[in-house]
């Protein structure tokens, strides 16, 4: 099954943008890229996904490398209830599975 | 509209015991499975099911029984407890056929064994 790589943690000051990477070197074709977070004690809550083109919605932006290796979430502007736990995931076409990788610890700052 | 309901929230188990997580679902959705949490770490797969009568094995499923005779439903049973299964349960479902579709969480249950 094909693995994402993230770093374990990451700051950014508050209403400063932020960038969260994520390498999927072995994703398939048919593979989505989904991103969710984790707040303290909560279960993990759907961001963004994509498949080829970039996506934007109300919480965020995503953009996937073009060869598909590779993808950024990118918050627009951090606010302290951003602080969470993202997880890059893909999700299997076929198998409906998700993997969770370790995710990155994203503390933001006032 | 209640989502992904899991009960019970909290729990704690003596070793050798049994018990069954509880799974609801009220969206419809045909795939649903359940995952666990160690501290400090990321989810990993235990179970899951594409539809009623369907269930297929994750990551880590040892120690663990699914069934899933309805859709709503999706009861996780631990046949023997141990220390090693202590760990917070979440619980998960979405629709079929298109990989982009949204999972949905439950707030997870909290187990401990002792």
Redesign the interface.
Known sequence: DAKTTQPNSMESNEEEPVHLPCNHSTISG???I?W?RQLP??????VI?G?TSNVNNRMASLAIAEDRKSSTLILHRATLRDAAVY?CIL???NT????????TRLQVFP | NAGVTQTPKFQVLKTGQSMTLQCAQDMNHEYMSWYRQDPGMGLRLIHYSVGAGITDQGEVPNGYNVSRSTTEDFPLRLLSAAPSQTSVYFCASSYRGHSGNTIYFGEGSWLTVV
């Open positions: 048919t593979d989505y989904h969710y004690s909560q279960g993990p809550e759907y996904h498949l997880y999700r299997f076409y409906d599975k998700l993997i969770f990788g370790t995710g």
